[in-house]
């Protein structure tokens, strides 16, 4: 069987609940055609680069799947005639990525607060000048 990593997004309006209950639905469909649903993630409501069918934000999933193509392909029909479903990724992988996504660690870096703010020491710049004395003009001898 081959390795898939599989995003949807869901409109906004929907509730995380009823998010659920669509991957609890796309995981039996995958299971009835024999394959398996490794890990799932679910990685909240975030803002949209454009509008998709009228909607600025969607809830995205990310599904690991180990399955034949087969039920791949009825993954994806299923979710392109459900009205909640605004657009869909599959992508075959040689190996599937184990523990959280680059999404969740990024976002786990975000509530640690490892990012610096303004003022803080970066590392793209060199160590700033020495300030002028007060009352001297730029280029004026002592």
């Known amino acids: 069987m081959a390795l898939y990593e599989h995003i949807y997004l869901a409109r906004q309006d929907v509730s995380p609940q009823q998010v659920e209950t669509l991957t609890g639905q796309f995981k039996n469909v995958v299971a009835s055609l024999g394959g398996t649903v490794g890990k799932v993630e679910y990685w909240g409501v975030k803002s949209l680069a454009y509008r998709i069918k009228k909607n600025r934000k969607a809830h995205f999933t990310l599904m690991n799947i180990d399955a034949p193509p087969a039920a791949i392909a ?3 029909r ?5 009205e909640d ?3 869909v990724l599959t992508l075959r992988v ?3 990525e184990e523990g959280p996504s680059a999404q969740l660690r990024k976002r786990d870096d ?3 607060g490892e990012r610096r703010g303004p003022g803080g020491p ?3 710049r060199g160590e700033r ?3 002028r004395e007060e009352g001297r003009a ?3 001898a002592e």
Request: hydrophobic share 20%; charged share 55%; net charge negative.
């Open 78 to 82: 299923q979710q392109s005639i459900n």
């Open 74 to 76: 009825e993954l994806e």
């Open 122 to 124: 970066r590392g793209d």
């Open 110 to 112: 975000d509530e640690r």
């Open 85 to 87: 479903i605004l657009r």
């Open 94 to 96: 040689e190996e599937l």
């Open 138 to 140: 730029e280029g004026e």
């Open 129 to 131: 000048r020495p300030r």
